[in-house]
C-alpha cells in the first residue's frame, strides 16, 4: 500500500543551522508529494509540493527534490530560525485521492 | 481570509453520548475531506465529499460515524455512542479538484475528549 516514513524527531536546531527531515515513500505509480507544516496552536499548513519526479518544491526556504530513484522527498533549509519551530509532515496522494501523512517530526530551533 | 473553520474548536463528551462537528470549507472549493489525528501521528484520511456526494470512506470510519454534506457547501461530522477511543483531533480540509498536485487547505480541527 502507500505509505510515508519520515526521520523521527525531535529535533532540536540553534538558530541558522543547517536542517535536514528525511522522508521516503513507498507507492505504486506516481504519487504528488508534500510537506505540510503545523505551527503551534494552528492548522496544518502546505509548504511546498512536488507533483512529478526530479520536481524542485521550494517555499519561505525550504526545498525538497522529488527523487524517483531513491523515493525519497527530504526538506531542506540552509538556515533555520526560531520562527521555523513546527511539527512538519510528508505526505503523498495517489490519483484515488487518499492522502497518506508520515507521522510528523517536531523541530525546535533555538537562539 | 476566508480559510476553512470547524467548530466547536474543543469538545469534552461523556462515553456513550453523541457529537457533531461542523466544517466550513473554502467557498469554491468542491471537495472536502475529514481526517483523524491521534497525538504524535500524522492524519488518517477518513472520507471524503465531491460537491454533494460522498465518493470514498476510510475503513477507519465505522458505522457510528456518519458525514454530509447536503448542499456541497459545509459538512458535519457526527459521532454516535462515543467511545474513548475516539479522543482525537479530527481535521476538515477543502481543495479544488484540478488533479496532480491538487492542493488541500486545512482547518484548525477540533479536538474531541471522551471521558
Known amino acids: 500500500g502507500n505509505s510515508v516514513t519520515q526521520m523521527e524527531g525531535p529535533v532540536t536546531l540553534s538558530e541558522e543551522a543547517f536542517l535536514t527531515i528525511n522522508c521516503t515513500y513507498t507507492?505504486?505509480?506516481?504519487?504528488?508529494l508534500f510537506w505540510y507544516v503545523q505551527y503551534p496552536g494552528e492548522g496544518l499548513q502546505l509548504l511546498l509540493k512536488?507533483?512529478?519526479?526530479?520536481d524542485k518544491g521550494s517555499n519561505k526556504g525550504f526545498e525538497a527534490t522529488y527523487r524517483k530513484e531513491t523515493t525519497s522527498f527530504h526538506l531542506e533549509k540552509g538556515s533555520v530560525q526560531v520562527s521555523d519551530s513546527a511539527v512538519y509532515f510528508c505526505?503523498?496522494?495517489?490519483?484515488?485521492?487518499?492522502?497518506?501523512f508520515g507521522a510528523g517530526t517536531r523541530l525546535t530551533v533555538k537562539p | 481570509d476566508t480559510g476553512v473553520s470547524q467548530d466547536p474548536r474543543h469538545k469534552i463528551t461523556k462515553r456513550g453520548q453523541n457529537v457533531t462537528f461542523r466544517c466550513d470549507p473554502i467557498?469554491?472549493?468542491?471537495?472536502l475531506y475529514w481526517y483523524r489525528q491521534t497525538l504524535g501521528q500524522g492524519p488518517e484520511f477518513l472520507t471524503y465529499?465531491?460537491?454533494?456526494?460522498?465518493?470514498?470512506k476510510s475503513r477507519l470510519l465505522s458505522d457510528r460515524f456518519s458525514a454530509e454534506r447536503p448542499k456541497g457547501s459545509f459538512s458535519t461530522l457526527e459521532i454516535q455512542r462515543t467511545e474513548q477511543g475516539d479522543s482525537a483531533m479530527y481535521l476538515c480540509?477543502?481543495?479544488?479538484?484540478?488533479?496532480?498536485?491538487?492542493?488541500?487547505?486545512f482547518g484548525p480541527g477540533t479536538r474531541l475528549l471522551v471521558l
Open positions: 480540509a477543502s481543495s479544488l479538484h484540478q488533479g496532480a498536485g491538487e492542493t488541500q487547505y
Open positions: 507507492a505504486t505509480g506516481y504519487p504528488s
Open positions: 512536488a507533483t512529478k519526479a526530479d
Open positions: 505526505a503523498l496522494r495517489r490519483n484515488n485521492n487518499d492522502m497518506r
Open positions: 467557498s469554491e472549493h468542491n471537495r
Open positions: 465529499f465531491q460537491n454533494e456526494a460522498q465518493l470514498e
